[in-house]
C-alpha cells in the first residue's frame, strides 16, 4: 500500500447492480494459496464466453478500457460472499477505486482495509458520472481525498469518508499498520495493567510451567 492524496486516471462504467462477489472473482480462481494472477479471474464470466474468448462488447474489453483506474458500478457493489480475492482482483487488474451509490458490507471493508478505495455517491451523481464516462472514454476523473471531492469533467462532486479511512487510504496503512502506529500508547497500556494486576502477567506460561 503507497502514500497518496488522490486516485487519478480513466473510467469504466458497469451498468450492473447487485454485483456479487461470486461474479467479481469466480470460485475457480479460489484454489491457490496466494494472491498472485487474479487478474486473469476478474469478473471472467462477463469478460470471456465459454471457449474464453473475451467478449468483445464487454466494457473492460473495449479498446478505450485499456488501462482504467476507476470503476463506475451500479447500487449493492460487491454483495454476496465474503470473499477478499474480489477485491484483489480488482486491484491486480490496476482499479484503485470503485464508485458506487452503495456496496455489500463486507466488501466496502475488506476494499478499504486493503488500500482500495470504495467511494460512495448520490444515485443521480453515479448515473451522471456513468453517463459521462460513456459519452468521453478518455476522460480523466480524479478523487481528491484529502479535499474530499471528485472531479469529472464539469462534475465536482463532494463526498465523506471516515476519518479512519481518510487516514489508511493517505498513509497507505493497512489494519496492522493503522494499530501499529498506537504501538506506544498500547505499551504504555499494556505497562500500567501489569503494575495494576502483577498475578496476571505470563499467567499462561506459569500455569503451563506448572503442569509440566
Known amino acids: 500500500m503507497t502514500e497518496r492524496t488522490q486516485v487519478r486516471g480513466r473510467a469504466a462504467a458497469l451498468r450492473i ?5 461470486d461474479q467479481i472473482m469466480p470460485k ?5 494459496i496466494h494472491k498472485d494472477g ?20 464487454f466494457v473492460l474489453n473495449r479498446p478505450e478500457a485499456a488501462g482504467v483506474r476507476v470503476l463506475v458500478g451500479g447500487a449493492n457493489f ?10 484483489w482482483g480488482l486491484q491486480q487488474f490496476g482499479i484503485e477505486a470503485v464508485v458506487a451509490p452503495s456496496f455489500g458490507e463486507i466488501f466496502y471493508s475488506n476494499a478499504m482495509n486493503n488500500g482500495l478505495l470504495a467511494l460512495m455517491l448520490p444515485a443521480e451523481a453515479v448515473a451522471r458520472l456513468m453517463d459521462g464516462v460513456e459519452a468521453t472514454p478518455t476522460q ?3 478523487v481528491a481525498l484529502d479535499e474530499g471531492v471528485l472531479r469529472a469533467g464539469e462534475m ?7 476519518a479512519r479511512h481518510r487516514r489508511m487510504l493517505m498513509e497507505g496503512l493497512d489494519v496492522i499498520g493503522l494499530t501499529q502506529t498506537h504501538a506506544a500508547a498500547i505499551q504504555a497500556f499494556a505497562q500500567a495493567q501489569a503494575a495494576r ?11 503451563r510451567a506448572r503442569v509440566a
Open 38 to 57: 487474479l487478474a486473469d479471474g476478474l469478473l471472467h464470466d462477463l469478460r470471456f464466453d465459454e471457449q474464453g474468448r473475451p467478449r468483445p462488447d
Open 28 to 32: 475457480q480462481f479460489l484454489r491457490g
Open 197 to 207: 494486576s502483577p498475578w496476571l502477567v505470563d499467567v499462561a506460561a506459569k500455569v
Open 140 to 142: 480523466e476523473i480524479v
Open 156 to 162: 465536482v462532486v463532494p463526498f465523506t469518508l471516515s
Open 17 to 21: 447492480e447487485n454485483l456479487d462477489t
Open 78 to 87: 460487491g454483495c454476496g460472499s465474503s470473499r477478499e480475492h474480489a477485491v
